[in-house]
């Protein structure tokens, strides 16, 4: 099976390596191609590797989640996105 290609994007050092551990987890293999601690480097990191998926948290500095998700709109290509957040009010 061919691995799914995936962006990290989370500020937080822990929870992206937490992140790490899960996708390693994961029945299907996930290959992380890149990881992103601001908005800004996500973006960046989504134009360059044109990943399958995105691990996208959604408060992030430079730029957050949904500002980096207009972004890549006027970009054309989007991949599928999974949201995470530490906080509540964003779940």
């Given at each position: 099976m061919t691995p799914l290609r995936a962006v990290i994007a989370e500020d937080e050092d822990l929870m992206r390596a937490h992140l790490r551990s899960l996708v390693g987890a994961l029945k299907?293999?996930?290959e992380i191609v890149a990881e992103a601690a601001d908005g800004g480097a996500a973006v960046e990191a989504v134009e360059e590797h044109r990943p399958d998926l995105l691990f996208l948290d959604v408060q992030m500095p430079v730029l957050d989640g949904f500002g980096g998700i207009e972004k890549l709109?006027?970009?054309g290509r989007v991949p599928e996105i999974i949201f995470?957040?530490?906080y509540d009010r964003d779940a």
């Open positions: 299907r293999p996930v709109m006027l970009g995470t957040t530490a």
